[in-house]
């Protein structure tokens, strides 16, 4: 392990992948550089995995199923478990230095990123202990007489884990833990630009665990066709994966041949409704501090604010002053809440969408362009633009950055119509006086979650997905652990 880090306390992390048990790297000794967005220097390296490291992992994941006890002894994988909470915990500084590196999160918002997964490590496990994997559901009448049927729950197989560059650390403990715990095997695929937060998680398991070879393997790589070549080999049962939607697309084209399970967490365009009725004071003030605190970098983000008419300009008013004032800068630097967006390259993509928008006849309202003062770094300025048209392309595509868009309407009925005029259906949020008027808007946006109020819809033990383009099945919540089991109903003499 090298340890590399400088006085801001950029830190580079494993460069070897976990494969079969061995912290290896490629044959070819190729590697890839991780760049440190809020400074543009790069961090350090990652072995560049291949589609045949790829083949490696899936042949020790399908062995390590096929042939070892790991899918049938409940009690090892919960010490496992347990043991890699304990792990992930005293190695909890070292990782948070990582995603501050690899992403540019800043320290002071990094607690969801690290001390959420690693405590929901241990949720899984007390979780899957807890489960009920054999279920007796009484006599059936049949032709043939009557006859007892048990459902016996039973892992799936191989589970190959795709995951993205936002959230790295949170998603690859979110995608594999529960399917660990469930019984299956995993190889794990992190994001190219945040290797280092995957490599690390396969140290971990490697040196601090009991966790078998084989039952855990991790391949980074800077191509996406390894990712491709584990989400189309017939070895793999499952596929778990969080990313764009034409990502997801792809995954479930590969996957079909072999009609494998999918689950697909993609992305987002969600509409926050803000009624006549609502405390502007709180409601607003939030709004934009969740457009900016990730750099915009969220796929629950509510990036379309729908302001009644009648309130408009007051509310443009309270988003414009928040955005005007927030902490942009070193994410370091304890007290910031926006460090950078993750690489030049998607900066000059939220740019491009800005200008679209004022091109569509949007109003720039603050923002729009990169901090003065941050010239080094990949920093985007928290943008707000009015008078924003639901049909513009700022509208319907994902920005990923740290952009309120605004749009004026004058009934309940179209509000609904904008927030549901969308190919997503990840997220969305309600803010009024009234909880019933609010509540019943709630079942009408047509997404898998809805916050109203502020009161947040995502944790650990409630549901959590997508409809219409923005996924299939759903996370957290005992519905998130029953996605990596299959139903296996016997029957047998009453
Ligand atoms: P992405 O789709 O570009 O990449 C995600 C992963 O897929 C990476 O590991 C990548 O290497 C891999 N990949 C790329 N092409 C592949 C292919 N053909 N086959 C298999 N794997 C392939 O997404 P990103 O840019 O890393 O992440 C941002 C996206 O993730 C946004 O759209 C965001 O909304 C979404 N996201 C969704 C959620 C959710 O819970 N719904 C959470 C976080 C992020």
Redo the contacts with the bound molecule.
């Keep these: 392990m090298t340890d590399v880090q400088t006085e801001s306390g950029v830190l580079a992390g494993e460069q070897r992948m976990l494969i079969d048990g061995e912290l290896r790297y490629t044959d070819s000794g190729a590697m890839f550089d991780v760049v440190h967005p809020a400074s543009e220097e790069v961090a350090g390296q990652a072995t560049d995995g291949t589609v045949a490291d790829m083949e490696r992992a899936v042949g020790a994941a399908r062995r390590a199923f096929d042939e070892t006890d790991w899918s049938r002894d409940l009690d090892f994988r919960y010490h496992c478990l347990i043991q890699l909470h304990e792990a992930l915990d005293r190695n909890k500084e070292r990782l948070r230095r990582i995603l501050v590196t690899e992403v540019g999160c800043p320290v002071t918002v990094s607690g969801s990123q690290i001390e959420s997964p690693i405590e929901e490590v241990e949720h899984w496990a007390e979780h899957g202990k807890a489960f009920d994997y054999l279920v007796d559901t009484g006599i059936h009448p049949t032709q043939l007489g009557p006859a007892r049927r048990k459902i016996h729950y039973e892992p799936i197989g191989v589970v190959g884990a795709?995951?993205?560059?936002?959230?790295p650390f949170y998603?690859n403990i979110a995608e594999t833990v529960p399917a660990l715990m469930a019984g299956n095997t995993v190889v794990l695929?992190?994001?190219?630009?945040t290797p280092w937060s995957g490599s690390e998680y396969g140290r971990i398991v490697a040196e601090e665990t009991d966790i078998p070879a084989g039952v855990f393997n991790v391949v980074v790589s800077n191509a996406?066709e390894?990712?491709?070549a584990?989400?189309a080999d017939p070895r793999v049962d499952m596929i778990t994966?969080?990313?764009?939607?034409?990502?997801?697309r792809?995954?479930l084209a590969?996957g079909a041949a072999t009609v494998k399970k999918t689950l697909l967490?993609?992305?987002?365009k969600s509409a926050h409704i803000v009624l006549d009725d609502a405390d502007f004071d709180s409601a607003l003030p939030m709004a934009a501090m969740m457009a900016c605190v990730m750099s915009g970098q969220?796929?629950?983000l509510p990036s379309r604010i729908l302001l009644p008419r009648s309130r408009y300009d007051e509310g443009l008013e309270i988003l414009k002053t928040m955005m005007e004032g927030f902490p942009v800068g070193d994410p370091w630097t304890p007290g910031v809440m926006q460090g950078p967006q993750i690489s030049a390259a998607q900066r000059e993509k939220v740019l491009g969408l800005i200008n679209s928008g004022i091109d569509s006849g949007a109003r720039l309202i603050t923002g729009g362009g990169v901090p003065e003062n941050l010239p080094t770094g990949y920093y985007t300025q928290p943008t707000l633009l009015a008078d924003v048209d639901p049909d513009a392309r700022i509208s319907q595509e994902?920005i990923?950055g740290p952009v309120l868009t605004v749009t004026p309407y004058d009934t309940d009925d179209e509000a609904v119509a904008i927030a549901n005029n969308s190919i997503y259906g990840?997220s969305g949020e309600v803010s009024g006086g009234d909880l019933d008027r609010a509540f019943a808007i709630a079942t009408r946006i047509r997404t898998g979650n809805v916050t109203i109020n502020g009161k947040s819809h995502f944790g650990i033990t409630s549901p959590?997905?997508?409809t219409k383009q923005?996924?299939l099945g759903r996370?957290n919540g005992d519905e998130g652990y029953r996605e990596y089991l299959e139903a296996k109903t016997i029957g047998m003499p009453a």
């Design positions: 795709i995951t993205p560059w936002n959230v998603l695929k992190p994001a190219q630009l996406n390894v990712g491709a584990l989400s994966f969080t990313g764009s939607t034409a990502t997801g792809a995954i590969a967490e993609l992305g987002g969220s796929c629950i994902e990923f990840l959590f997905g997508g923005s996924g996370r």
